[in-house]
DNA sequence: GTCTATATTCTGATAGAC
DNA sequence: GTCTATCAGAATATAGAC
């Protein structure tokens, strides 16, 4: 059974993704964990607190990922791509703790460490593909395609119709057998 | 000189960009638009229609940027990754008003009409890539290379050390003259 | 460790003067 | 068209019982 701390982490990402950074209170993110309000603070001392938490399981989760992109059997760029698209990502995975982040970052001196966060999320990524692909500018362009997936799983929109992401990955696989 | 209705809308993108959505309050969005809160709600009878506002001013912006896209001098995918890096936007453009929107993002029913919007965007992208790269997968692929871009530039997250998006324009503009 | 109750500040929105 | 004044409700956080 999940420790109340971690329950309550997974009830913030849920309303974080679901219901947006508006409608994160701690009361809802206390309904939501099934605790009350005071419980949810003896956790998270302050909402501050419980951003904090979440960053480190960010942080967590980002350095175990690069450790699956790099033993994935299909190779790192079908791994990180396929985990990026609209339901893609491992149950436990960073996905879904990486979208949740994306809602609370923002230009602040006080989202400087939620950006940094990030930004180490996408530096471990990269040195995960690189692994694979030894050239860098190939190992940032599969990423950014990954990236650009993440987008569209963050916003909820369609993928274009009659496309799917396997149809990305074959035709990049082709290029890349090709030049590498 | 713009009118006081815009000034409204551009510190209502500036204050989701530079500070996020939970930082937004009307008082907030009227002091850095230079109105006074009663001034705020003459334009803007309430919060909501503050958010239908930015959306008809995105919709308007991107069917603008289609045509720039169709009409690019260097080509409809170098203005697209361009103008979706950091700092690539053109005043006045679709970029910072997309970026702003994606704050508000969320997986609400009140947040359709914002999803709605923000996929109108990129079918129009879309379609105005498909113009240039006649094939489906090749557009999408080029479309979510900006859009990687686009995450980056949200995150304000740092680029890789040394590699720079001309040399991502480089790479795939040597790959799409060879296939097309 | 978890709860209820409460203090205090802030937010969205209204009313009405100018 | 723009302002000030104000209200009702919600938000974060604290205090203290169990």
Redesign the pocket.
């Known amino acids: 059974m999940a420790g109340?701390r971690d329950r309550v982490l997974d009830a913030y990402e849920t309303l974080l993704i679901d219901h947006g950074a508006g409608a994160v209170?701690?009361?809802a993110v206390a309904a939501e964990a099934g605790?009350?309000?005071?419980?949810l603070?003896?956790?998270f001392?302050?909402?501050?607190a419980l951003v904090s938490g979440l960053l480190d399981r960010l942080r967590e989760r980002s350095a175990a990922d690069a450790d699956a992109i790099r033993s994935a059997p299909d190779g790192a760029v079908a791994y990180y791509v396929r985990t990026s698209a609209p339901g893609g990502g491992v149950p436990g995975g960073v996905t879904r703790t990486y979208l949740a982040v994306l809602r609370i970052a923002d230009g602040t001196e006080t989202g400087r460490a939620v950006r940094d966060a990030l930004a180490a999320v996408d530096a471990d990524a990269f040195a995960a593909l690189r692994a694979e692909l030894h050239d860098p500018v190939l190992a940032w362009l599969a990423q950014l395609v990954g990236d650009g997936l993440y987008l569209r799983t963050l916003t909820g929109t369609p993928l274009p119709a009659g496309i799917g992401v396997e149809d990305l990955l074959t035709r990049m696989r082709a290029y890349l057998d090709a030049v590498g």
Do not use: E, I, R, W
């Open positions: 109340a209170t701690l009361d605790v009350s309000k005071g419980g603070l003896y956790h001392a302050s909402k501050d």
